[in-house]
């Protein structure tokens, strides 16, 4: 398609639009403007229609020729090429609209996760902005089909819903972004997270009793829907786990991806990610034990996620976390 041709079908002025008025203002013809400039008349017709592109050196001779600068002329080929681009991709967006449809359309319309989520232009530049991705097809092959393993290391194709776990897991990266912390050592956060784990246990058998007190006196937080939730406790929790560089995390999981905890190492940080409304306070201690087992016992490499089943799940590993876990829920005297 020439981009003459797009200009009139999609209202964009090229930049030898205002080459054309000058050139009548000086009055004279293209011939004689192409010779001023150097250049043949048939290049100076295709910049007029858009059709050849204003480089630094055309630029330069149109600030000689016309006496107006060479940034005006490169910043009005800028600003065309921009927003030929901008509606050619709203155009590729387009033929995605059902793209969308595969998201929990109605659990994240009340949260404010994806920034003008519900625009009129269209429903999927807000998710791929979201995810940080160029497109659906990039979204389907770094957490579907598992093809950037370095990154992700680990495919949702197996989930019963990927694309609300995938939802959930890319809150979680946000979340982690917003807080500031350098670079971890492995060996020296596990050494640090032995040396604090009565400090956990502590912490866990107050919360547990504080929230039973509560609930005697029907006085439990109620969460609002839309917003996420961090009460005393997990607050606490978030505190304790950021003095030995680790990021607690808590964001509401899907009725279609009832994801309980994920533990990974997101850019050399460890990183725990726990549901953020658990009714049962113990299955919140417990989950959290399981995440920091798998931080503390496994590798780098590795993303664990609790509660749902995905490809690659090493089950060994999962039954180490889940008695780290026993272990020191006993330990607080709660309930596992």
Request: glycine fraction near 6%.
């Amino acid at each position: 398609m020439q981009k003459n041709k797009d200009a009139i079908v999609w209202g964009i002025t090229p930049p030898g639009a205002f080459l054309e008025e000058k050139i009548q203002e000086m009055g004279i013809d293209v011939n004689d403007f192409a010779a001023r400039i150097g250049y043949t008349p048939k290049t100076v017709n295709e910049i007029l229609k858009g059709k050849c592109c204003i480089t630094i050196e055309v630029a330069h001779s149109l600030d000689y020729a016309t006496g107006i600068p060479v940034s005006f002329w490169l910043n009005a080929q800028k600003g065309y090429e921009e927003e030929l681009m901008r509606l050619q991709v709203k155009e590729a967006v387009k033929n995605q609209a059902g793209w969308r449809k595969f998201f929990p359309i109605s659990e994240l319309n009340p949260r404010t996760w994806i920034k003008d989520f519900n625009n009129k232009e269209d429903g999927v530049s807000p998710i791929l902005k979201f995810f940080g991705v160029a497109s659906p097809k990039a979204w389907e092959n770094y957490y579907y089909k598992n093809r950037l393993k370095v990154a992700f290391r680990i495919s949702l194709a197996e989930t019963e819903d990927p694309y609300a776990a995938s939802v959930w897991m890319r809150r979680g990266e946000i979340l982690a972004d917003e807080i500031k912390m350098e670079k971890q050592n492995d060996k020296k956060v596990r050494s640090a997270i032995k040396k604090a784990m009565p400090q956990f246990v502590e912490l866990a058998k107050n919360d547990v009793a504080a929230w039973e007190d509560l609930r005697r006196k029907k006085a439990l937080p109620k969460p609002k829907v839309g917003e996420d939730f961090i009460d005393d406790g997990m607050h606490k929790l978030q505190e304790l786990g950021a003095k030995l560089g680790i990021k607690v995390l808590y964001a509401q999981n899907f009725k279609s991806a009832p994801i309980h905890g994920m533990a990974r190492w997101y850019k050399d940080i460890p990183v725990i990610q726990l549901h953020d409304r658990f009714k049962d306070r113990n299955a919140f201690w417990f989950t959290f034990f399981h995440e920091l087992g798998h931080i503390v016992l496994h590798g780098k490499k590795d993303i664990f996620i609790k509660n749902v089943y995905y490809g690659n799940k090493n089950q060994q590993k999962d039954d180490e976390a889940n008695a780290f876990a026993q272990k020191y829920m006993m330990q607080a005297g709660l309930e596992v």
